[in-house]
């Protein structure tokens, strides 16, 4: 470890001083100056300019965080096809079969929660088990 | 110019996780495919061969021994033994949730593949050699038993140990990986070999320290170790009985895989305090806590709490002696515990109405073969003689006591009193009292009989002949202290371009 190991890193320190004190500020300043005749307009949550409507922690169908949770999953693995395209023509053929392979896993995963029914919208609950 | 395309000695080096995961993979295909009772059959029978398979590849993995990867995998002797012993245990646990998965009524595609997977994550954690991938495969391991922990989804109390396993559990990881990251920061490398030359060359910096203390955390907690034991209980109690029999000996193997592989290869500064408190408070609290326990899956979660202490001794010892009896140690404690799980498993009955102590009393006149198993893994728990918990005891206790630690052999043979009378207690109740109500105990099927007999050989195996495993474990010790220091190319380059 270098000897001026943690002094490199000052910079940083200030920097978080600095946005700390900023925005710590703002608020407390606005605490003290601003105004405040509050209406029950002004009171209600704020919701796009529209009037809210029912309860924030209303239900949704599993569905929503599955197909969330899909999306995720496949997007992350899609994700590793860009180092790889870069660097394709260093890893010769090599690299191409192995990519195959990468994704025929992914789309084993693909197959999977197909015929499990995960996508498919109509159904209430999966032909074949739940998932 | 380094070598950018692996060979095929590196794919035979990690073989035995490539064929798990390819059976893995044909399972979960087949899983939609199947009807219930089909995949029940068709699956199982699937998985069971492919452990086996995962099993014949390890073997013949120990014939081409050397680094793999640009050095993220090592095979030795060390890694063979702990390949060998997981994907054994995975195959005896795979034969005891065929019975299971059906009185339980649960679908078995989801809960076979998972097996297989967190079975690669297991055995490659015993051959990494790179904390990154270490990490990777801790995380494949953990991420399958926490979804296996809540495949009983009828019962509320699995869900409850999933969740908790779960959120602890990325927790205590989230340690380990801080830990490495410090480690990185003081060495400036990942690769255990580059960490170990590095600190012996340039001195121990301070943050080396911190870095073994957090990577300790992390493990700790796989291994259900005091002060990081509080899940083991509840999340034993919840998941599935054969699930509890992998996490205990499988997980619990790999994770002191690791542990060995970065106390002992590294040499780790500043371990031998961490581990004696840490081995002293698992075998004391352990064993106490488990004495008021009336549910035997939780009583048998304390034990593994103690059996995790008694295991620590090992590793406050000195190298040579305690990196083979700790070795010892993890197969006989996987032999009697897969064993005594799978007896649980089997009289537990549907939706695993019957695992208080009471449910077991007279289960010695109910079915005389149930009762004489458990006792024969309970006894072995103990470390009475002639089965493998005695010479597992021994070999701890006397590696401790060559290295001079009397008072750590002295409160761990105080436990092993303490431990024999809840160990006892169930015995006494199996044999001695009378059966209450009406439990009608099914016969053993073949697969669990199998489970059963391979479980008993392997105790008293190991409880007669030491001999061969306590040479091959010594043999791998020696491998693991002085390891292919000259073997290693220079620092790990990364393998294409400049990057």
Known sequence: MPENYIVRYLPLLFHMLIAAVLAGGMVVLSYFVGYRRPTRAKMSPYECGMTPVGDARGRFSVKFYLVAMLFILFDVEAVFLYPWAVILRQLKMFGFYEMMVYIGI????????????????NQTSTRRGTI | MTQTIPQVADYIRILPELVLAFFGL????????????????????????????????????????GLAFWNMVRV?????????????????VILTSYEYMAVQRIRAGEYYGLILFGAVGMTLMSSAVELVLIFIALEISSI????????????????????????????ATAFFLYGVALMFGATGSTNITAISQALQAKGVPRLAYVAVALMFV???FKVASAPFHVWTPDVYEGAPAPIVALMSTGSKAAAFAVLLRVMFEINTPGRFWLIWVSAALSMTLGNLSALVQDNVKRLLAYSSIAHAGYLLV????????????????????????VGAFAVVSHFAGAEERYV?????????????????TLTIFLLSLIGIPITGGFFAKFYVFSAALKSGLVWLTLIGLLNSAIGAYYYLRIIVMMYMREPKGEITVRRIPASLGVALALSVLATLYLGVLPGRVLDFALRSATQLMQPHRAAITPAPTPPVGTM
């Open chain 2, 218 to 220: 992390g493990l700790g």
């Open chain 2, 144 to 171: 399958s038993s926490y979804v296996l922990a809540g495949f009983r989804r009828r019962e509320a109390s699995s869900s409850e140990s999933s969740l908790k396993y779960f959120l602890l559990g990325s927790f």
């Open chain 2, 314 to 337: 090992a590793f406050a010892a000195q190298p040579g002696p305690g990196i083979s009896a700790a070795m010892f140690y993890t197969a006989s404690y996987a032999a009697m515990n």
């Open chain 2, 356 to 372: 208080t102590l009471a449910d077991y009393a007279g289960l010695g006149r109910r079915s005389p073969l149930l009762a004489a």
């Open chain 2, 26 to 65: 044909v399972v979960m295909v087949l899983d939609p495919l199947l009807d219930d009772e089909g995949s029940r059959k068709t699956l199982g029978g699937i998985a069971l061969l492919g452990a086996l398979c995962g099993l014949g590849a390890s073997l013949w993995m120990a014939q081409s021994p």
């Open chain 2, 76 to 92: 030795d002797s060390f890694s063979v033994f702990f390949h060998v012993l997981i994907t054994a245990i995975v195959a005896v």
């Open chain 1, 106 to 121: 992914v789309l084993v995963g693909l197959f999977y929660v197909w015929k499990k029914g995960v996508l498919d919208w």
